[in-house]
T-cell receptor, first 116, second 113 residues
Framework: NAGVMQNPRHLVRRRGQEARLRCSPMKGHSHVYWYRQLPEEGLKFMVYLQKENIIDESGMPKERFSAEFPKEGPSILRIQQVVRGDSAAYFC??????????????FGQGTRLTVV | QQQVKQSPQSLIVQKGGISIINCAYENTAFDYFPWYQQFPGKGPALLIAIRPDVSEKKEGRFTISFNKSAKQFSLHIMDSQPGDSATYFCAASHYSGTYKYIFGTGTRLKVLA
């Protein structure tokens, strides 16, 4: 059973370009979380999605950032008009259902975005 | 209120020694406290977790101690090995049916051979 797959692993974008980060959850998982990790910092929650629904986007910047998790295909985190401050590692986690006492969320290996 | 404060920022321990990492929180609604281990270039992996109804949980060489009144919890790694060298993150969440965690800033552990 493959783990959470994120691609690309590394992404370089020039200022003003768009960045698209993809996350394929573990098989059977229908809940996806996106986190951002700035250098030398902990992970910060961005958004929680279920298939075709955004459940909690309280950690998403108000502008330029969007996320989706379509019925078919991976979850996408989209950053428009990237700026240098968007340079970070973006991690996706998935779980089989809403948080329950005996389950855990599994993290992917992350996408490291560099804005030049 | 939503912060989790983690210390130390970095830690160097001799092989066979005990590594201790501490975290403190403010939000008394938090009721799930996991520790994650992250190797360079990898995603975080769940190491061990505790709920506030117990004061200690042990899994192999890893132990979480939890002090509800002080709102503190710590990770102890007994008989530390070079392979334990990684960054460790504590986290907290309020059981609301999601994995929306508040993470600490991380501790970079190096175990000397």
């Amino acid at each position: 059973n493959a783990g959470v797959m994120q691609n690309p692993r590394h992404l370089v974008r020039r200022r003003g370009q768009e960045a698209r980060l993809r996350c394929s959850p573990m098989k059977g998982h229908s809940h996806v979380y996106w986190y951002r990790q700035l250098p030398e910092e902990g992970l910060k929650f961005m958004v929680y999605l279920q298939k075709e629904n955004i459940i909690d986007e309280s950690g998403m910047p108000k502008e330029r950032f969007s996320a989706e998790f379509p019925k078919e295909g991976p979850s996408i985190l989209r950053i428009q008009q990237v700026v240098r401050g968007d340079s970070a590692a973006y991690f996706c986690a998935s779980s089989p259902r809403q948080g329950a006492r005996d389950t855990e969320a599994f993290f992917g290996q992350g996408t490291r975005l560099t804005v030049v | 209120q939503q912060q989790v404060k983690q210390s130390p920022q970095s830690l160097i321990v001799q092989k066979g020694g005990i590594s201790i990492i501490n975290c403190a929180y403010e939000n008394t609604a938090f009721d799930y406290f996991p520790w994650y281990q992250q190797f360079p270039g990898k995603g975080p992996a769940l190491l061990i977790a505790i709920r506030p109804d117990v004061s200690e949980k042990k899994e192999g060489r890893f132990t979480i101690s939890f002090n509800k009144s002080a709102k503190q919890f710590s990770l102890h790694i007994m008989d530390s090995q070079p392979g334990d060298s990684a960054t460790y993150f504590c986290a907290a969440s309020h059981y609301s049916g999601t994995y929306k965690y508040i993470f600490g800033t991380g501790t970079r552990l190096k175990v000397l051979a």
